[in-house]
C-alpha cells in the first residue's frame, strides 16, 4: 500500500522522524492497542464515541474531518452480507477521505469496552438504542479541545502503519 505510506509520510514532522527508529524497536502493536485504549476510555467519558453502522455512518456523511479513528473488524461475518458489503464500503470511504482506519481482531473485546453501563452512562441514552448493532464499527470523534490521547493514538497509528506497510490490524486484550 505505497498510497498508505505517502499519506502518513506527509503526516509524520520533521521531529517524529527520529523516533521512527525507537518506536520500530519495541513492540509497535502493544503501543498501539495501549494508546486506542486509552483514547476510547476517555472518548467514552465525554461521549465521543459512536458504535455501530448507522450512528457511525451519520458521523462519517456529516462531518469526516472530526474523526479521529474508524475501528472495523478484520474479520466479517459472512453471514450477514449487507453488513459485510456496508463495512467495506466503509473502509473505501475512510481511505478515500484520508482517516485513519484500525483493524481488530476481536470485535467483541472493543464492543465490551465501548459499550454502555447503566452505571456510569446515563448521560447519554442514544448510545444504548444504538447498540443493539452489532456490526463491530466504532468511530472515535475528535475532542472540542487539544486531546494528547487522541494525538497520541494517531502519531502511534501513523507509525505502525509505517512499520507494518499497510493498515494495522491488532488483537485486543480479552
Keep these: 500500500m505505497q498510497t498508505c505510506k505517502r499519506k502518513i509520510a506527509r503526516r509524520m514532522s520533521a521531529t517524529a522522524k527520529p523516533q521512527l527508529r525507537s518506536f520500530l524497536k519495541s513492540h509497535w502493536e502493544a503501543d498501539l492497542v495501549h494508546a486506542l485504549l486509552e483514547s476510547l476510555r476517555i472518548a467514552k467519558m465525554e461521549y465521543r464515541i459512536r458504535i455501530g453502522l448507522s450512528s457511525s455512518l451519520k458521523i462519517l456523511e456529516i462531518d469526516p474531518s472530526s474523526v479521529v ?35 481488530v481482531l476481536s470485535p467483541e473485546e472493543l464492543l465490551n469496552i465501548v459499550k454502555p453501563s447503566a452505571e456510569t452512562d446515563t448521560e447519554d441514552d442514544s448510545m444504548e438504542e ?15 479541545y487539544d486531546n494528547e490521547k487522541d494525538d497520541e493514538l494517531q502519531k502511534i497509528y501513523d507509525l ?5 506497510n499497510t493498515r494495522p490490524i491488532i488483537r485486543l486484550p480479552s
Aim: glycine share 2%; with cysteine; proline share 2%.
Design 69 to 103: 479513528m474508524c475501528v472495523i473488524p478484520a474479520m466479517r461475518a459472512k453471514k450477514d452480507a449487507l453488513t459485510h458489503l456496508q463495512l467495506t464500503l466503509i473502509e473505501a470511504y475512510c481511505t478515500e477521505n484520508d482517516i485513519r482506519l484500525l483493524q
Design 130 to 144: 444504538e447498540f443493539d448493532d452489532d456490526s463491530g464499527l466504532v468511530v472515535i470523534q475528535a475532542a472540542s
Design 160 to 164: 505502525a502503519c509505517l512499520h507494518h
